[in-house]
């Protein structure tokens, strides 16, 4: 990663060839491990009747709710009922679909519905698929092709729905590159992350300690706050708050939505949703904190892909188009240290980096290989971070190119 090493990184790769995966086994790995959203895609591109169906379901959301803004109706997207309505009369889908957002994630949507709908989702995808690159190339190693970071398995997820995936994943990057060089460009990542602010759970731990950064996530906050009440009304924060929540906090215990549990990579929704699902749930947010707060020594920047991956054993509710950083995070472990891993960790890794697409196989493997995948993530670090602080010596210099 490339801040993350520092100089003793720069060396190793002038003083010694570095073993790369297989370029078969890397092929491989990057097409069956999103080959069931390249089926959906082609399946929903040839074979669905109605544009507004073939790809971008979720994305629906997004551009209604946009075109109820420029409509002066936006504060009704948090009316269930009435965005239903919406819904069906602007791509003809009738669903359980809700505008789940909150009121200040309208002034995005209402620049992206300003295009027609197909026009609309290329520009999202090719927007947000950018700027999750750019946010990525201060973390990819020599080597390592800058466009694969858009394509992981998560990626491909977020891509083939519309999700806010990618963009959110690039705010994650830009938030723990910057909350110690440039505290001020982090807050208002920060700030923007609260589009989803559970993913967000370890970016405020992180900035409690950094007083620039975190006063500037909370002003600007604020900022979208009372702006967003101002455009939309505060009915829509009390509806999002209340309404919205609640309806969110409910999926976790329906069982008519199997189809939503497979898309969850978190513990909870896949040992039966009762006690022992809650025993379990706190079982891996105990395992995931202990195992940060043994990297606490560690730069921002080397946290930012186990913080990630933390963040989906924490809490109880996230999904798959989600992990764009924890996907990435798996990739480049592969990637810059397959000379060093053992098998074992090879296969996990490998699990680990292809997990947001298992739930479509069997959804109750998925937190147990990200589990197992994160325990050698951290495992790497602590070596990594051992090794480079062993005298500066030619052999120290081996053993971590090794």
Request: neutral net charge; contains cysteine; glycine residues 6%.
């Amino acid at each position: 990663m490339a801040d993350a090493g520092g100089d003793v990184t720069n060396d190793l790769n002038t003083l010694s060839p570095v073993e790369r995966p297989s370029f078969v086994y890397w092929v491989s790995l990057w097409f069956a491990a999103s080959a069931h959203a390249y089926v959906g895609l082609f399946r929903d591109i040839f074979l669905s009747e109605d544009i507004a169906l073939r790809v971008g379901r979720d994305f629906t959301n997004l551009w209604t709710a946009g075109r109820m803004v420029l409509n002066g109706e936006g504060p009704h997207a948090y009316n269930v009922d009435v965005f239903r309505l919406e819904l069906l009369d602007r791509v003809g889908i009738l669903s359980l679909q809700n505008f789940s957002y909150p009121p200040h994630a309208l002034f995005l949507d209402a620049v992206f519905a300003l295009p027609p709908y197909p026009v609309a989702f290329v520009l999202w995808i090719v927007f947000s698929a950018s700027a999750f690159i750019l946010a990525a190339r201060p973390y990819l190693p020599q080597g390592f092709p800058p466009v694969l970071a858009a394509l992981t398995p998560a990626a491909t997820i977020c891509m083939w729905g519309g999700q806010f995936g990618l963009l959110i994943g690039a705010l994650w990057l830009v938030v723990y590159r910057n909350c110690d060089r440039r505290p001020v460009q982090a807050g208002l990542a920060a700030a923007a992350l609260t589009i989803k602010p559970h993913l967000g759970l370890l970016v405020a731990v992180l900035l409690i300690t950094r007083r620039k950064a975190l006063i500037t996530a909370i002003l600007a906050s604020l900022a979208l706050f009372v702006v967003s009440g101002l455009a939309f009304g505060w009915y829509s924060w009390a509806s999002f708050l209340v309404d919205t929540t609640r309806d969110q906090a409910d999926i976790l215990t329906r069982t008519d939505v199997q189809y939503y549990f497979n898309l969850m990579p978190t513990v909870f929704p896949h040992f039966g949703r009762g006690w022992l699902s809650w025993v379990l749930q706190a079982a891996s947010a105990g395992f995931a904190i202990h195992m940060l707060w043994r990297l606490r020594g560690l730069s921002p920047m080397q946290l930012a892909f186990p913080a990630a991956t933390a963040t989906f054993l924490i809490l109880p509710y996230g999904f798959n188009y989600d992990m764009t950083v924890v996907a990435l995070g798996f990739a480049l472990l592969l990637f810059e240290h397959w000379a060093r891993l053992s098998m074992r960790e090879k296969v996990i890794l490998t699990l680990g980096f292809v997990s947001p697409q298992l739930g479509f196989i069997w959804a109750p493997i998925v937190p147990v290989a990200l589990a197992l995948a994160f325990y050698v993530q951290c495992q790497q670090l602590l070596r990594q971070n051992k090794d480079a602080s062993l005298p500066n010596e030619p052999r120290t210099l081996a053993v971590v190119a090794k």
